[in-house]
């Protein structure tokens, strides 16, 4: 005897209930296990010592990461189109950067302001997060 998804009785009775108590299908099954493949290893760290995280949190959080990369990177692309290579310790500042409406001022102010402006205060974030960390 065969389930609606083709599989023996048996696989079921295999797979956790969910809350409704009823049998997760093969999609749920799947899904768990692309979400668990997607943790790294500070992931499965900080999941195993509270709630693992729903697959809707970890695709808000990839967003968000994504985002992040997105407007540093269009920050930095920008800066090189009208001013020319990045220094390096500016495009370390951009890098590290995490607070997307900073980043955000940034790419504003890379694509309105003057070089003096645009170093003056990416500078100014970077010497002041370096001494933040000694």
């Not at 969910?18 to 290893?41: I, R, S």
């Not at 500070?42 to 990461?65: C, K, P, V």
């Amino acid at each position: 005897m065969r389930n609606r998804s083709g599989q023996p009785p048996e696989d079921i009775a295999q797979r956790e209930p969910t809350t409704a108590g009823e049998v997760p299908t093969d999609a749920q099954v799947t899904g768990k296990k692309q979400h668990a493949e997607v943790l790294d290893d500070s992931d499965r760290a900080r999941a195993s010592s509270r709630e693992r995280l729903t697959t809707q949190e970890l695709i808000e959080q990839l967003i968000d990461q994504g985002r992040k990369q997105g407007m540093a990177q269009a920050t930095i692309a920008l800066y090189e189109a009208r001013f020319g290579p990045m220094p390096p310790a500016l495009r370390s500042a951009v890098e590290a950067m995490r607070d997307l409406p900073t980043l955000t001022t940034w790419t504003r102010l890379v694509g309105t302001g003057t070089s003096e402006a645009v170093h003056d205060a990416l500078s100014s974030h970077s010497s002041s997060a370096t001494s933040a960390r000694r």
